[in-house]
């Protein structure tokens, strides 16, 4: 009885743990961000309607344009399974208005088309140059 005992709890423990692995690897794969994929995140409409959408929606920081600041600010973020933008991050920027601005401009975003791996919609690491010249 003892031997039968100690194998059905080794029996329910292996399957547990095997149970946890594969919840975990499912985890894994949803929270894992590609850099390239078969497929890359689109704007809707492509990269056509990306520029329209932030030249209707990007309003230039006053103190910059007061102080003639110029330059790209490079913005780095997520586009999810679902085509919503998230980790938002400014790699370079020629001042914290700019970054802010964009940030703000990117959080307006309607949901993107999303990067496609393998036939299924991955999270991918997308980064864009935006540019605020003065001209």
Do not use: C
Not at 51 to 60: A, P, S
Not at 114 to 126: E, M
Request: glycine share 6%.
């Amino acid at each position: 009885m003892k031997k039968t005992l100690l194998l059905l709890t080794f029996l329910a423990f292996t399957i547990g743990v095997k149970a946890q692995t594969t919840a975990v690897d499912t985890l894994k794969e949803h929270q894992l961000v590609f850099t390239a994929v078969e497929v890359s995140p689109e704007f809707p409409g492509g990269e056509a309607a990306f520029g329209k959408f932030l030249q209707i929606n990007i309003r230039y920081p006053a103190e910059d344009h007061k102080n003639k600041v110029q330059g790209k600010v490079y913005v780095q973020f997520v586009v999810e399974r679902d085509g919503s933008l998230t980790d938002m991050k400014i790699l370079r920027s020629p001042s914290e208005t700019m970054s802010a601005e964009t940030i703000r401009v990117l959080q307006l975003s309607p949901k993107w088309h999303p990067g496609i791996q393998h036939g299924k919609p991955v999270r991918v690491q997308y980064t864009v140059p935006i540019n605020f010249s003065l001209g």
